[in-house]
């Protein structure tokens, strides 16, 4: 059963608007929630967008540049902004994670930060050049899985350890924003582990919190959902985004859920032991029972508290001969009967 603490990253990604203060705003609202991690992204655009690439539908809806490569201009970071965010992630005890779409940016982050993952998103789980440089590290990789077949996360997975058996978790992910609940299949991620045999997350873009916490009761290791400040400003992802207030209920319930999955054994606290002697039932003498009698079954009935002869002794009670009086509608005791 879950019984470890889920790993909770809030994906910022380009929620801060290419506003490095917007960024160190949500960092610092972000680490006070208790998540464990801020994800952000990096990319060159020039070096990750073809003169051929187009915006998707739901960035069209969101977001008013002509061009992909327009729009990942506009809400960019360059690399010295993303020194400054690892600096005041580590300033406020949250792990920086960052998603890099392009080599340069990838041996960028790798060389000058000491991140904790490094992480595969959906889009990128063919692109065999980022792969083969993480396969040559010994960093763990997150690998996210929206859009991919189990038989294209195989070979994901075979690419990642081409050299050497990689720590990996592997996220169920649906790339959509938002996603509808219908399409969410959360079963898929139970189905992941069972095939791949790698640790499972979920990588949320429903909107609300239900399927996270769905996901963590299931067992799931690692939780990424998107986060901003204010679900109206410009830009594609915080339509599909969940505000810090609501991060902070959702860190609640995660934390609340791994208390309440707790142990696979069966186990009581002391209050529950006290109402267990209350309410069970015990062998009790119907009317008095006088010394030397022979205890029938029409002598006895079953009654509360729970803290005499279990009813299910009943057949060693029957037969029994009684050592001392036992007044009616009282529960009888072992030491009252003889051997």
């Not at 991140?115 to 990128?124: L, Q, R, T, V």
């Not at 109402?275 to 009935?301: F, M, N, Q, W, Y």
Request: proline share 4%; hydrophobic share 35%.
């Amino acid at each position: 059963m879950h019984t470890k603490k889920t790993y909770i990253i809030a994906e910022i990604g380009p929620n801060h608007n290419g506003d490095i203060n917007l960024a160190f705003k949500m960092i610092e609202k972000l680490a006070k929630t208790g998540i464990d991690a801020i994800k952000f992204q990096i990319t060159i655009p020039e070096n990750a967008y073809s003169d051929d690439a187009f915006k998707v539908d739901y960035q069209k809806k969101n977001e008013t540049s002509k061009s992909p490569l327009e729009m990942s201009k506009k809400y960019l970071l360059s690399f010295d902004q993303h020194r400054l965010l690892y600096e005041k992630c580590q300033e406020h005890k949250v792990d920086y994670i960052c998603s890099a779409f392009e080599m340069e940016s990838l041996k960028f982050i790798d060389n000058h930060f000491n991140m904790p993952y490094f992480k595969i998103p959906s889009g990128e789980i063919f692109s065999v050049d980022l792969i083969d440089y993480m396969a040559k590290r010994n960093r763990p990789i997150i690998l996210s899985t929206g859009m991919a077949t189990f038989d294209e996360i195989e070979t994901a997975i075979g690419l990642i350890n081409q050299n050497f058996k990689k720590e990996i978790i592997i996220l169920h992910c649906i790339s959509n924003y938002p996603a509808p609940l219908e399409d969410v299949n959360l079963n898929t991620m139970l189905e992941l582990k069972r095939r791949f045999n790698y640790p499972t997350g979920f990588s949320d873009h429903t909107e609300g919190n239900d399927a996270a916490i769905a996901a963590v009761a299931l067992g799931a290791t690692m939780v990424e959902k998107h986060v901003t400040l204010d679900k109206n400003l410009p830009g594609p992802d915080h339509k599909a985004s969940i505000t810090i207030e609501e991060f902070a209920s959702l860190v609640k319930s995660i934390r609340n859920v791994e208390k309440m999955m707790g142990k696979s054994e069966k186990t009581f606290s002391e209050a529950e032991l006290k109402i267990k002697s209350a309410v069970r039932k015990s062998i009790v003498a119907k009317g008095d029972l006088p010394i030397g009698h022979i205890i029938t079954e029409d002598d006895i009935c079953y009654k509360r508290p729970g803290t005499g002869i279990s009813p299910i002794e009943k057949d060693r009670v029957i037969g029994k001969r009684v050592k001392g009086v036992i007044a009616g509608n009282r529960l009888i005791h072992w030491e009252q009967l003889e051997k």
